[in-house]
């Protein structure tokens, strides 16, 4: 029986520099770095609270999904990460010089206010910043 979700396993170029974003500016606890032999790979773990898988597909046929679905059949979309004060994040990791898909959040599922870190300022990965609204804690 399926119990959770155990960890999610993003593909960097440059384990240090990632381990770094995750660090200082995402500001998520280190668990230390392990190599694996067996399978020829560098890890570093970063462990969070209990977290949910989002299935997402097109609404109507439009949208980024959309768009992403026309280049791929399907696959890993993004992360998200929670924070308890989104404007102040994006200030900041701005100032770090990251990019962002919008000028500003946006209102997203259950009422958050989110927005999504440009890819190439994430070895690829799309990030999303999600403050919880009132009804979703």
């Not at 004060?85 to 259950?110: C, K, M, N, W």
């Amino acid at each position: 029986m399926i119990t959770g979700l155990d960890h999610i396993a993003v593909a960097v170029p440059d384990l240090d520099k990632a381990i770094k974003r995750f660090l200082e500016d995402f500001g998520l606890v280190y668990e230390g770095s392990e190599e694996v032999e067996t399978a020829k790979t560098a890890t570093a773990f970063f462990p969070l609270k209990s977290t949910s898988i989002e299935l997402v597909s097109p609404l109507r046929g439009e949208g980024p999904i959309a768009k992403y679905l026309e280049k791929k059949p399907g696959g890993l979309h993004h992360l998200c990460f929670s924070t308890d004060d989104i404007v102040a994040d994006v200030a900041r990791l701005t100032a770090l010089g990251y990019q962002f898909l919008s000028e500003a959040p946006s209102a997203g599922a259950h009422g958050c206010q989110v927005i999504f870190i440009h890819p190439k300022s994430c070895d690829g990965v799309l990030i999303e910043l999600s403050q919880p609204g009132d009804e979703h804690h």
